[in-house]
């Protein structure tokens, strides 16, 4: 009983864990917490209209392809690369790898810790993702649609006035926002009363 309990531990440990939300394609084995994190932050942005996890240029040389994150974005995919510090490559090898990206129709999107963790994007999107499983009952997701067809963007104290939710008006967003129904502002403020809220 020991040693299957210990197998059990091992199969646990060597499976990594994944990354699924509403914009995602496949399920994405995750490399670390800051490349979560990056993902969760991709999720919640409204140029980003879906999350890809398929065999691309491997930037940092060989093996030539590997399976990445590639985002698909209003403007075109990116291949997302997420590291602790970004690697300095000299002209030629920048060179070299733009082209093989372009080849495949992407272009790269470095991301490093300081970068993912930057304020208030980091602690906004934090917050929102803590309420992923927050319940909204169906007549208070009507509500909240209805008043942003009816208006359009709004604070969150403006979208609690119009369409009086009975759940935490936040938390709510939040959620919903998670689920790809609605988009929070993120960049500008910490998140509250005065924070801004979009239809899709």
């Given amino acids: 009983m020991h040693g299957q309990a210990l197998h059990k531990q091992f199969l646990h440990n060597a499976t990594p864990p994944l990354f699924l939300g509403p914009k995602c394609t496949v399920a994405i084995p995750l490399e670390s917490l800051l490349q979560r ?9 409204p140029a980003v209209c879906a999350i890809h996890y398929r065999a691309a240029p491997n930037p ?15 403007d075109g995919d990116v291949l997302l690369d997420v590291c602790r510090v970004r690697p300095h490559r000299s002209k030629a090898a920048s060179s070299l790898l733009a082209e093989q990206l372009a080849a495949k129709g992407l272009r790269l999107l470095e991301r490093d ?7 208030p994007i980091y602690s906004n999107v934090h917050e929102v ?7 909204v009952p169906i007549i208070d997701r009507l509500r909240i649609g209805a008043a942003l067809c009816e208006s359009g963007p709004q604070t969150v104290r403006e979208l609690r006035l119009r369409a009086r939710p009975d759940c935490h ?17 993120v960049r500008e403020g910490v998140l509250g009363e005065q924070t801004m809220v979009r239809p899709i």
Avoid: K, N, Q
């Fill in 169 to 185: 008006p936040l938390s709510a967003v939040c959620a919903l926002s998670c689920e790809c129904l609605l988009t929070v502002d």
């Fill in 37 to 45: 994190d990056a993902l969760r932050e991709a999720s919640l942005d």
């Fill in 113 to 119: 810790a300081a970068d993912i963790r930057r304020e």
């Fill in 60 to 74: 940092y040389g060989a093996p030539p392809t590997l399976m990445g994150v590639v985002l698909g974005r209003v």
């Fill in 129 to 135: 993702w803590s309420h992923e499983h927050y319940p």
